[in-house]
């Protein structure tokens, strides 16, 4: 069984930073790609940054020039750096693996249970 546990949200004032991280443990044989998505009241589930195995990435527009996400391999880990934070940042945040736990076995999508962001001052 895989575990996606994330940490790191909590309340900032906007212009602050936080740092996001999720951390991949169990049975698992490889992680192909790992992401970050959020989801704020009344609204979908949004991509915010995407990070593949080789250290490729993509953002969503609303964060560009903002956020970083990294990863360690090792660790079966990534990062998501958040600076400049605004109020429409608030939302849930939640971390995804593409992943696969056996070889030969099937690829799937596996998800945290999120961590909450509140950006107010």
């Known amino acids: 069984q895989v575990q996606l546990v994330e940490s790191g949200g909590g309340l900032v004032q906007p212009g602050g930073s936080l740092r996001l991280s999720c951390a991949a443990s169990?049975?698992?044989?490889?992680?192909?790609?790992m992401g970050w998505y959020r989801q704020a009241p009344g609204k979908q589930r949004e991509l915010v940054a995407h990070?593949?195995?080789?250290?490729?990435?993509n953002y969503g527009d609303s964060v560009k020039g903002r956020f970083t996400i990294s990863r360690d391999n090792a660790k079966n880990t990534v990062y998501l750096q958040m600076n400049s934070l605004k109020p429409e940042d608030t939302a849930d945040y939640y971390c995804?693996?593409?992943?696969?736990?056996?070889?030969?076995?099937?690829?799937?999508?596996?998800w945290g249970q999120g961590t909450q962001v509140t950006v107010s001052s």
């Open positions: 995804n693996a593409n992943l696969r736990v056996r070889v030969g076995g099937p690829v799937y999508d596996d």
């Open positions: 990070i593949t195995s080789g250290g490729s990435t």
């Open positions: 169990g049975s698992i044989f490889s992680i192909y790609a």
